[in-house]
């Protein structure tokens, strides 16, 4: 089976998958330049990939495997984390520089509880 890589489609790819098909990811780009006509439209253009796809011409791309994937989504979940985290820390440092305490490491427990402590 043959998509455009023109959209988020990892739903389908992953329904694809399961059924125990195999998809093959165009370039979009040289998928149009090829097309006879450049009237487009859904049934022109699937028509058109599976021309492709049967006379061999498919303009594959490559694509990252699905375990590389799922770890570089987890990379990019921590990411996002730690910037929250820096974030949270250096608002708290601002609170604390408001109430006239010295610069410290936010994440020190003992800041943390003199912070607590501190009037509104």
Partial sequence: MGIEASSKAGWFEKLILEAGHKLVVGNPVLIRKSAPSRHKN???????????????????????PRESSEILEVLRLRSGLVRQRTQIYNRLQALA?????????MSNAGVQKVLREAPP
């Fill in 97 to 105: 520089k408001n109430v006239g305490m010295p610069k410290a490491k």
């Fill in 42 to 64: 859904d049934r022109r253009d699937a028509e058109h990939i599976l021309d492709l796809l049967l006379t061999g011409r498919f303009p594959e791309i490559w694509r990252r």
